[in-house]
């Protein structure tokens, strides 16, 4: 199963050659991902920095140029593995016609407090399988 996010394009995602800037990219996956994954950030700003998430690669490959327009662009995300302490994402960042970016991006679980990985939780891992 895929999650899809309906992401703006916005006037100020633009560079001087007249199409989204190929850093902010990496704002519309994470956009995504914070939606997606929504129901595993702790309430608490303590809990957040023991049980959180961070990015350890991320590959993007640009296909077509995106210029602004008013209608949103859809970035579609799939979960295509699941380790103890990391997870792999494949996404899409398209329209119904086009294909803009295929990425792939690595997360590794992360108690930011110990300043480590740490191992999923099996809520984690529930929640993640939605997306497999």
């Given at each position: 199963?895929?999650?899809?996010?309906?992401?703006?394009?916005?006037?100020?995602?633009?560079?001087?050659?007249?199409?989204?800037?190929?850093?902010?990219?990496?704002?519309?996956?994470?956009?995504?991902?914070?939606?997606?994954?929504?129901?595993?950030?702790?309430?608490?700003?303590?809990?957040?920095?023991?049980?959180?998430?961070?990015?350890?690669?991320?590959?993007?490959?640009?296909?077509?140029?995106?210029?602004?327009?008013?209608?949103?662009v859809?970035?579609?995300?799939?979960?295509?593995?699941?380790?103890?302490?990391?997870?792999?994402?494949?996404?899409?960042?398209?329209?119904?016609?086009?294909?803009?970016?295929?990425?792939?991006t690595?997360?590794?679980?992360?108690?930011?407090?110990?300043?480590?990985?740490?191992?999923?939780?099996?809520d984690?891992?529930?929640?993640?399988?939605?997306?497999?």
């Open positions: 199963m895929t999650y899809t996010y309906q992401c703006p394009v916005r006037w100020s995602d633009m560079d001087a050659n007249g199409h989204v800037n190929n850093a902010i990219y990496a704002r519309y996956l994470e956009e995504a991902r914070m939606n997606a994954f929504a129901d595993l950030v702790p309430d608490d700003p303590q809990d957040r920095l023991t049980s959180n998430f961070v990015v350890s690669e991320q590959t993007i490959k640009f296909t077509r140029p995106l210029v602004y327009r008013a209608e949103p859809s970035v579609v995300m799939s979960v295509v593995e699941i380790r103890p302490v990391s997870f792999k994402l494949s996404c899409e960042i398209r329209d119904a016609d086009t294909v803009f970016v295929t990425a792939t690595q997360m590794v679980a992360f108690d930011s407090a110990m300043g480590r990985p740490r191992r999923l939780s099996e984690e891992r529930v929640s993640l399988e939605r997306f497999c």
